[in-house]
């Protein structure tokens, strides 16, 4: 006999855990199916997908650790601070990581005991339809078992994107998994792709003393970004010393245990080669549906492996829902978990809802880049008419007293409304200043609205009020 569960959500990620812990909230019988080790020294499932073990979670970690180092090593002297002979130990700063995450993936089991969430260790794939809903059956330490729900989350993420021809060993020729835990700064770098994880791990290891080229096919940088703000961050990498090569074409790789060469033409056609210790290949994500027999239940792949969903999230099939990384749209946590709430509250009869024009955009480099809404370009291809307010954190005193002035926050609103359309900002804490702009989008508000709210003083805040402001020409501390 199989277990039969009201909810079943196969994948413990970021949209996984957080949906079974919400149909868990709304009185349903949940189970998560979740086999990936991710290299735990027991050999056991851990929770948390590829976000808190490999992703998001540790390669923040590492950000912090390098740039204190760098802080320390550069910038102390600003502050009147003398410091001579600052070290890193790059063991000890893998290991801080390492139990960070291991305290995060502990804390979500804490949360399915709390919740009645059901775990269910090993991997997935559809059995079939049966009487009242589905059959998935779990191949497990243990062997296989059978289990059945009246209805399915498909929550599986995605996995590291390769080049034909370019194997990843993860010790030579890495993508995000390997480059999280060097054993030691390498001398020289090589990152194919200038995306937001080649940049983030990219920045990590050139703060620790890396020579760090990045390769990218694109000929614009952060193509997907407001143009103002590529423009800027481009100047800022080169800057610190990242050197940025776009429009290249890759071509033989050659790895020994000396070190990898990389093949490529460059932008005018020319002919290079780059000499490294280390290569990440960090050429974005395709999504994880591998072995989960989706054919057992009348569904398949589209031309890009992703499930098709509705606006809801449901498929083809009444009852199986996918959510995240293995559907369409951005590749996002925290899009995932948003859908991954909508899914469990439609599941139990209320209104679901994620609203996908206000998800906010995030490359945690120093100094951050984020962004929620249209940018210009796409104002401009759309034929909408708009106005722009812009306000550098140059402006501010917080950000001078802080040392960390770089960037500038940027609104753009409807010309004749005044409604926001989009935020664009740079600085090192703008993870955090952008949740101001996805609340004023989320409930329609005017650059007005923002201008009129009493930001605290002396705040970064007050650059994103100047910026509403600006938008008509009324900002007050420039």
């Known amino acids: 006999m199989s277990t039969q569960y009201d909810v079943l959500v196969i994948g413990a990620g970021p949209g996984g855990y957080i949906a079974a812990i919400r ?6 019988k949940v189970a998560c199916i979740e086999g990936n080790a991710y290299d735990d020294p027991k050999g056991e499932p851990r929770l948390g997908g590829t976000c808190l073990n490999v992703g998001c979670i540790p390669s923040k970690a590492l950000l912090a650790s390098s740039e204190e180092f760098e802080k320390i090593s550069h910038h102390a002297a600003d502050h009147g601070i003398t410091v001579s002979g600052a070290k890193i130990d790059v063991a000890k700063m893998v290991q801080r990581k390492d139990e960070i995450v291991t305290k995060m993936t502990g804390g979500i089991q804490y949360l399915f005991k709390k919740n009645k969430v059901a775990l269910i260790k090993g991997w997935a794939s559809f059995s079939g339809k049966v009487d009242g809903g589905f059959e998935v059956s779990v191949k497990g330490a243990n062997g296989e078992e059978k289990v059945t729900a009246k209805q399915v989350i498909i929550a599986t993420g995605s996995k590291a994107r390769h080049l034909p021809g370019i194997p990843v060993d993860n010790e030579t020729v890495c993508d995000n998994e390997g480059a999280l835990k060097f054993g030691a700064v390498p001398k ?10 080649g940049l983030e791990l990219g920045s990590v290891w050139r703060r620790l003393g890396a020579e760090v080229t990045i390769l990218e096919a694109m000929p614009a940088f952060l193509a997907a970004a407001d143009e103002g703000v590529a423009k800027e961050m481009h100047k800022i990498f080169v800057k610190q010393g990242l050197n940025i090569n776009l429009g290249v074409k890759i071509g033989d790789v050659k790895a020994s245990k000396k070190g990898v060469t990389v093949a490529y033409t460059d932008a005018d056609g020319k002919d290079q080669s780059l000499a490294c210790d280390k290569l990440i290949v960090s050429v974005g994500r395709v999504p994880n549906t591998d072995g989960l027999n989706l054919e057992a239940i009348g569904l398949k792949t589209n031309e890009r492996g992703q499930i098709d969903v509705d606006a809801h999230c449901q498929t083809l099939v009444s009852g199986v829902y996918a959510i995240g990384d293995v559907i369409r749209g951005a590749m996002l946590a925290h899009k995932a978990e948003e859908e991954g709430v909508m899914v469990a509250e439609i599941m139990a009869g209320q209104a679901g809802h994620c609203n996908y024009d206000t998800v906010p ?4 480099t120093s100094p951050e880049v984020a ?3 249209k940018t210009e370009q796409q104002l401009k291809a759309e034929g909408r008419a708009y106005k722009a307010g812009q306000f550098p954190f140059q402006a501010n005193g917080r950000a001078l007293g802080q040392g960390d002035a770089q960037g500038f926050v940027k609104v753009l609103a409807d010309a004749a409304t005044d409604e926001v359309l989009g935020v664009h900002i740079i600085n090192s804490h703008a993870s955090d200043l952008i949740a101001e702009a996805v609340m004023a989008m989320e409930f329609k508000a005017a650059s007005e609205d923002i201008g009129r709210i009493c930001h605290a ?3 970064l805040s007050e650059v994103v009020k100047e910026a509403a402001l600006a938008c008509d020409k009324r900002q007050l501390n420039m």
């Open 188 to 197: 020289k770098l090589g990152v194919i792709g200038a995306g937001v994880i």
């Open 361 to 364: 955009r995030v490359i945690y």
């Open 457 to 459: 003083h002396p705040s």
């Open 23 to 28: 149909a868990g909230q709304l009185g349903m």
């Open 371 to 373: 962004w929620v809404g």
